[in-house]
């Protein structure tokens, strides 16, 4: 059985991010990447799968830069088998559509039978790739997955609603899941995983090699700008009044300004 893992690099969640002069970017110079953390939970849960089933093959694959390949090798020193990098040199504007679109074709050439991914980028929180991808390949396709279980060729899915709600589905292979963190821990790559993970097979590869045109990439969404959220009012401070005079105050506050009671 081959599980393919989609990563997606981000910035880390501790990272302070500053816009360009124009407001049109992201200032890179400062900025950390780490694997998208809900990623992380779907490397593990292909991990998991190969172990139980003794066999298989588990490939962690990425559409992205230079820099995407350090967090691949991550995603290897944890215990993936094989590495493959769809670069997009040249075409780093691709919006979700055409990235999911290169996916998709990777998918298929690397014949798949089960993809994880996570169920979104903490960046952007669109959660649109994973579930795009097996729309455009036509396979089923479950996100914010809590449980998984694979019984043939059928998983039982679990996966959180509103309302603390669960859902449960019987699930076609090949499909594609997404990740919740509640799915499971991710281990850590131990030094012997680090150590070998740099000797693993890594593929490189163009959208055409894997024979994807690369027109689908041409972006059908534009982002024209970022700005910063505005900042937070100052907090209002009461003292030197009798605790009544002040509590009564809040409360006015709280019940005519805020609107929460």
């Given at each position: 059985?081959?599980?393919?893992?989609?990563?997606?690099?981000?910035?880390?969640?501790?990272?302070?991010?500053?816009?360009?002069?124009?407001?049109?970017?992201?200032?890179?110079?400062?900025?950390?990447?780490?694997?998208?953390p809900?990623?992380?939970?779907?490397?593990?849960?292909?991990?998991?799968?190969?172990?139980?089933?003794?066999?298989?093959?588990?490939?962690?694959?990425?559409?992205?830069?230079?820099?995407?390949?350090?967090?691949?090798?991550?995603?290897?020193?944890?215990?993936?088998?094989?590495?493959?990098?769809?670069?997009?040199?040249?075409?780093?504007?691709?919006?979700?559509?055409?990235?999911?679109?290169?996916?998709?074709?990777?998918?298929?050439?690397?014949?798949?039978?089960?993809?994880?991914?996570?169920?979104?980028?903490?960046?952007?929180?669109?959660?649109?790739?994973?579930?795009?991808a097996?729309?455009?390949?036509?396979?089923?396709?479950?996100?914010?997955?809590?449980?998984?279980?694979?019984?043939?060729?059928?998983?039982?899915?679990?996966?959180?609603?509103?309302?603390?709600q669960?859902?449960?589905?019987?699930?076609?292979?090949?499909?594609?899941?997404?990740?919740?963190?509640?799915?499971?821990?991710?281990?850590?790559?131990?030094?012997?995983?680090?150590?070998?993970?740099?000797?693993?097979?890594?593929?490189?590869?163009?959208?055409?090699?894997?024979?994807?045109?690369?027109?689908?990439?041409?972006?059908?969404?534009?982002?024209?700008?970022?700005?910063?959220?505005?900042?937070?009012?100052?907090?209002?401070?009461?003292?030197?009044?009798?605790?009544?005079?002040?509590?009564?105050?809040?409360?006015?506050?709280?019940?005519?300004?805020?609107?929460?009671?």
């Amino acid at each position: 059985m081959k599980i393919l893992v989609l990563i997606k690099q981000t910035p880390d969640t501790e990272t302070k991010i500053r816009l360009t002069a124009d407001g049109r970017n992201i200032e890179q110079g400062d900025v950390k990447y780490i694997i998208n953390p809900y990623d992380e939970f779907a490397i593990e849960e292909a991990l998991k799968l190969k172990e139980k089933l003794g066999t298989g093959e588990v490939v962690i694959a990425s559409f992205g830069g230079d820099s995407s390949k350090e967090l691949i090798i991550k995603g290897l020193a944890m215990g993936g088998d094989r590495g493959l990098l769809v670069s997009n040199a040249g075409l780093e504007g691709a919006d979700s559509l055409g990235i999911a679109k290169v996916l998709a074709t990777a998918i298929n050439a690397e014949k798949a039978d089960i993809v994880f991914c996570g169920k979104q980028a903490i960046d952007d929180d669109n959660m649109h790739v994973g579930t795009m991808a097996a729309e455009i390949l036509g396979w089923p396709h479950v996100n914010v997955v809590t449980k998984f279980e694979l019984n043939g060729t059928t998983a039982r899915i679990e996966r959180e609603v509103e309302g603390g709600q669960v859902e449960v589905y019987d699930v076609t292979l090949p499909a594609v899941f997404g990740a919740h963190k509640s799915l499971n821990t991710p281990r850590y790559a131990s030094l012997p995983g680090i150590m070998k993970a740099k000797k693993k097979p890594f593929d490189i590869k163009s959208p055409a090699d894997i024979g994807a045109d690369p027109s689908v990439l041409k972006p059908k969404s534009l982002i024209k700008g970022y700005k910063y959220p505005p900042e937070k009012p100052k907090g209002k401070i009461f003292a030197g009044e009798p605790v009544e005079a002040m509590v009564e105050k809040v409360v006015k506050l709280l019940r005519d300004e805020a609107k929460i009671i």
